[in-house]
């Protein structure tokens, strides 16, 4: 068979398999995998992998043994479908979070209907990203339905947790030697980024907390106390005056969209000093407050600078009143990553798109985070990227959907990625 007649081929069992795919996601929004706290993943990974099993699969489960949030009320549960072809390498492995958020309010239809309307599909998770695991179990099975032996390995899993860090998910996987670089080659996470768009990377998260801590006195005499709201007001003030023009005139190389998020970004998550506002009032001077941050940095910024650059502005803070302490705790840190400009599996990606859409595609990274880092950072797997059908905008929304049209045309776009980063198309 010609690489052209194998290619036409396989697009036209994707085209076949249309009402099975669109189905499939139906399915899986189906099954309220809601994060946090984290419902029905048992469910939803048994689901999948009674499914990859029919399908011709080999079938793995991996609970999360020994991660706090993996209890009995809420299994966190992995599976992972292989189908090995003529060698055991190169692999491919095509990888999906089930989990969603919650629905929130403004629905209006049900999000776990599964509806498919008006050639969308949807409800909350349709995007991100049970799309995304149905068009990769889609694209295996078109290349097995083309009767295509493929020269290595391809593996789909379904992973929990992508929505509140994916520790018990992609990083338990990867941390356990699951996907690590002596037997995955290549990574796809089916994201949805639009279906014409390979994500490389993501800026890095550095979440913290500051406390204040000044004098309580009493409210009627607060010249004998150290108000350590005012503490906190002074790091704001220097934080809108001093940081925040600095951050935004920083700008990666990196191709981060939506434009404003190709510079380095602050956001105050929340703060509480003082007494709760809605309690019996007392007449007393704060002495403690305390606010959390969200600090999006660049790749060129690296995290050590990143903070210092915090700490040294406590310290100017300090030096305005004294009496004020501030101490800082990091919460969260997630270095930035990108995949290598000359990849295969971009390489691989942009041929599907330009043979299925007849375009070019745009290489973009991710103004938030997702478990890319876990696979470059953790597994060492520093071929991975991000595709998959539907629209970023709609990720976490009311009426979430994703087009059925985006659904075949990202499912082709990874058969044919998975056919030439396993050699079928040498
Ligand atoms: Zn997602």
Not at 407 to 419: C, D, G, H, Q
Request: charged content about 25%; some cysteine.
């Amino acid at each position: 068979m010609t690489a052209a007649s194998l290619i036409d081929r396989i697009l036209t069992e994707v085209e076949r398999a249309t009402d099975e795919v669109v189905g499939f996601t139906s399915d899986l929004i189906r099954i309220p995998t809601v994060n946090p706290p984290g419902e029905f993943y048992e469910d939803c990974a048994r689901f999948i992998g009674d499914h990859l099993g029919r399908l011709g699969h080999e079938v793995e489960y991996f609970a999360a043994e020994g991660r706090p949030e993996h209890t009995t009320r809420h299994p966190r549960v992995n599976v992972v479908g292989s189908r090995r072809g003529l060698a055991a390498r190169p692999t491919v492995h095509l990888n999906g979070h089930f989990d969603v958020v919650p629905a929130g309010e403004g629905w209006t239809l049900d999000p776990f209907g599964g509806i498919v309307r008006d050639g969308r599909v949807y409800g909350r998770g349709s995007c991100d990203m049970k799309a995304g695991i149905a068009a990769a179990v889609y694209a295996v099975e078109a290349i097995r339905r083309a009767g295509v032996v493929l020269p290595g390995t391809v593996e789909v899993s379904g992973t929990v947790d992508e929505e509140s860090g994916g520790f018990a998910g992609v990083a338990w996987l990867a941390e356990h030697g699951r996907l690590s670089p002596t037997r995955t080659d290549y990574c796809i996470i089916p994201e949805p980024l639009n279906v014409d768009r390979i994500c490389v990377g993501h800026r890095g998260v550095y979440w913290f907390e500051v406390a204040a801590r000044g004098h309580i006195a009493h409210g009627s005499m607060p010249f004998l106390g150290v108000s350590a709201i005012d503490g906190m007001s002074r790091l704001l003030q220097a934080i809108r005056e001093e940081l925040m023009p600095t951050l935004a005139s920083r700008r990666t190389a990196v191709p981060v969209v939506p434009e404003g998020a190709r510079a380095a970004t602050l956001n105050v998550n929340g703060i509480f000093g003082g007494q709760p506002v809605d309690g019996i009032q007392t007449p007393c001077v704060a002495d403690v407050c305390r606010a959390v941050f969200d600090r999006r940095f660049l790749l060129e910024e690296g995290f050590d600078r990143t903070k210092q650059e915090v700490e040294a502005l406590l310290e100017r803070v300090r030096a305005l009143e004294p009496r004020v302490q501030y101490s800082l705790r990091d919460l969260m840190v997630v270095h930035p990553t990108r995949t290598p400009d000359d990849s295969p599996v971009i390489a691989a990606l942009q041929g599907g798109i330009d043979r299925v859409l007849g375009k070019q595609a745009e290489l973009i990274a991710s103004p938030g985070t997702y478990d890319h880092k876990h696979v470059a950072r953790i597994a060492g797997v520093p071929h991975c990227v991000a595709y998959g059908p539907g629209e970023l905008e709609q990720a976490h929304q009311p009426d979430e959907y994703t087009r059925v049209d985006d659904i075949v045309n990202s499912t082709k776009v990874l058969a044919l990625a998975v056919l030439d980063l396993t050699g079928a198309l040498r």
